[in-house]
């Protein structure tokens, strides 16, 4: 594969006119990157909200049969099926409710998600506006913004890391480490 040697149409990063032009794309950039990642949640969010029904139903299902296996015999060759089945029930039920953590763990993630996308059209707005773009009060602002919208004390020990000149990559790694121990703690049945 060659790489293309001429700029792409519409852009004039290679050729720069001087007056807003690198600032205008760079918001066009960031309003890009929020609207896809919107788009994305919206289109994930109607199948895991099918799945979140199924498994839902599948764990009514799964009460309601072993609650009819329950009323056979204990004895014989009924009873050792019974057991069986009871057994085969636990196993399903307990894949199901961990299904279901797995669904609450997507819908943290959806909920960052939206966070990191109302945070790029904020930061888009502001650069776009050189009035607000050369104003400190308006960046201090916009931090204050963006740190609000953290839910978790690991979240916000994360940005005040990178606020206080942590590499970003660093800071990211402390947060998933940290949240891989309290996830380590939560028992899935």
Same mark, same amino acid.
Request: charged share 40%.
């Given at each position: 594969m060659t790489e293309n040697p001429l700029p792409p149409r519409g852009t004039s990063a290679h050729n720069p006119d001087l007056s807003w032009s690198q600032v205008r794309e760079t918001v066009l950039m960031l309003e890009l990157a929020a609207v896809q990642i919107e788009h994305a949640m #919206? %289109? +994930?969010n109607a +199948? /895991? %909200? /099918? =799945? *979140?029904? +199924?498994?839902t139903a599948m764990a009514g299902c799964m009460q309601e049969i072993a609650g009819k296996v329950e009323g056979l015999p @204990? *004895?014989?060759g009924v009873g050792a099926a019974r057991n @069986? =089945? =009871?057994g085969a029930a636990a196993n399903v039920s307990g894949m199901v409710h961990q299904a279901i953590i797995a669904f609450q763990f997507y819908d943290k993630l959806v909920q960052r998600l939206a966070h990191v996308g109302l945070s790029l059209g904020e930061l888009s707005d502001l650069v776009g506006e050189p009035a607000r773009l050369y104003n400190p009060g308006e960046w201090v602002a916009l931090q204050n913004r963006i740190k609000g919208k953290y839910s978790t004390r690991e979240e916000i020990a994360m940005f005040d890391a990178v606020m206080h000149g942590v590499p970003v990559q660093e800071a990211i790694e402390r947060f998933m480490a940290e949240m891989k121990d #309290?996830? %380590?703690d939560i028992e899935l049945f």
């Open positions: #919206k %289109d +994930s +199948s /895991v %909200d /099918v =799945l *979140t029904r +199924s498994f @204990e *004895t014989g @069986e =089945l =009871l #309290k996830n %380590d």
